[in-house]
């Protein structure tokens, strides 16, 4: 096997890892059922076990530090190389606890377009200096998905030169993931090259509200329908929404575990193309206004909200459990919801109409709710249970909090009579019949 493609295989990578994880050979293993191979401390010595990776589709390269090689001739690769590199079926590579200096990078980012490689991840990497990009201007790569995790580099800002000479690539570019990595911000000219760009992932990292508006320029990823933005600094629910305005195509938005604060009088107007929403650990003591008009999926789980008094009619998934609900939202306001999760609030009956109307979704679930085991608590509990539709946690989260008589009993073991549930539905006939014998 040639050089260059063993400079391909380690990150350029002909690599000898200087430390790696205690107990471990320098040396590749391949899980042939998983078509997986991993490689720890690859050194000169061991370089041929690496053939062992060429059945699997995912290789990973663990630690070490390649510094030495910034110097290593590398030469355009011959056709025996290509050939090569063109039989092997890779799909992914991974590379992880690694110093990668960016100028060795750079010279060997290229080979890829020999290969069939489609994802690309760094974990845990230290990206050293900065690189010659020239080499990849008009290249082509394979390579549609890459990520970033925990990773630490140079400042995104600046680097314009850069993103112009892997622009024919980024612009081809399906789904991108910087997460973990510290990042308060990204240029507006970085998203302009992501073209094709449908998913991106900037989730545990430090942006804040006055970032967004500048990373989401007029012209930055035009393509853009998912964007998780979860555990960052975001604070102001009017601030995201501005800053998201105009990405036009956004159906996919997770603002999860961020401390949200509600501004009512907010007049931003989100994408209409929005049908997913996850607001769920946000912090939020009260429903944001407005909401996405179109949306479908809509999570505000585990937060503080005590009501929720909106209309949506294309909504079909509702997830409120963790919450300090008293009552059963209005179902009337949903008219297309088929799921409905209210675990974990403090909701003690179900009024007979709602009983009526939950029995036509197909998933409802309320585990874990200080039930009053009276008629309108147990009764409506258990007519809900014989639909076949309160499935999750029924029936072992399901139990009394009052009256007295029944606490901690299971709400399907109370015995619920004609009498318990509907007093005037006995008594009524009850009278009559006396009426009738006393005429008589």
């Keep these: 096997m040639s050089v260059a493609v063993l400079l391909f295989l380690g990150l350029g990578l002909g690599l000898q890892a200087a430390q790696g994880r205690r107990g471990r050979r320098n040396r590749c293993y391949l899980n042939r059922t998983e078509e997986y191979c991993v490689c720890y401390n690859l050194s000169e010595e061991t370089v041929g076990s690496i053939i062992q990776c060429l059945p699997a589709t995912v290789v990973e390269f663990q630690g070490g530090d390649v510094e030495k090689y910034i110097a290593f001739p590398i030469e355009d690769l011959d056709d025996s190389a290509i050939e090569t590199l063109g039989s092997l079926i890779i799909q992914k590579i991974i590379i992880a606890n ?32 900065t690189g010659d990009w020239s080499d990849m201007d008009g290249q082509n790569l394979p390579i549609r998905s890459l990520s970033f995790h925990n990773v630490t580099s140079a400042p995104l800002t600046g680097q314009e030169q850069a993103f112009s000479s892997l622009s024919r690539w980024l612009e081809t570019l399906e789904e991108l993931a910087v997460t973990g990595s510290h990042v308060t911000s990204l240029p507006c000219d970085l998203g302009k090259v992501f073209r094709a760009l ?145 675990d974990n ?23 874990d709710n200080p039930f009053s085991c009276s008629c309108s608590g147990a009764g409506g509990l258990q007519a809900l249970a014989a639909t076949g539709h309160l499935g999750q946690g029924w029936p072992g989260g399901y139990r009394c ?18 009498l318990h549930c509907d007093p005037a539905a006995v008594v009524a006939p009850v009278c009559v019949a006396l009426a009738l014998l006393a005429v008589a």
Aim: proline share 6%.
């Design 198 to 342: 449908r998913s991106l992932n900037l989730a545990q990292n430090s942006l804040s509200d006055g970032s967004l508006s500048p990373a989401f320029c007029q012209g930055a990823f035009p393509q853009l329908q998912e964007l998780s933005l979860h555990h960052n600094n975001l604070s102001s629910y009017h601030g995201v929404c501005e800053g998201l305005e105009l990405l036009q195509e956004l159906r996919h938005l997770d603002l999860s575990h961020n401390e949200l604060m509600a501004d009512p009088s907010s007049s931003c107007q989100w994408p209409a193309s929005l049908r997913h929403f996850n607001l769920s650990n946000a912090g939020l003591d009260e429903v944001p206004t407005p909401l996405p008009p179109n949306l479908e999926v809509l999570d505000m789980s585990h937060n503080h909200l005590r009501a929720l008094d909106v209309s949506l009619s294309s909504l079909k998934k509702l997830f409120l459990n963790q919450n300090l609900l008293q009552a059963v939202p209005s179902l009337r306001n949903y008219p297309m919801l088929d799921t409905l999760h209210l």
């Design 98 to 129: 690694v110093l990668v200096p960016e100028i060795l990078l750079a010279r060997v980012l290229r080979f890829f377009s020999y290969t069939h490689v489609q994802e690309l991840a760094f974990e845990s990497c230290i990206f050293q200096g």
């Design 401 to 418: 909090h009052s009256p007295a008589a029944y606490q901690g009993w299971l709400v399907a073991q109370v015995p619920v009579s004609a």
């Design 345 to 367: 609030n403090s909701i003690w009956e179900l009024p007979r109409a709602e009983v009526k109307l939950l029995g036509r979704l197909q998933d409802v679930a309320m585990a």
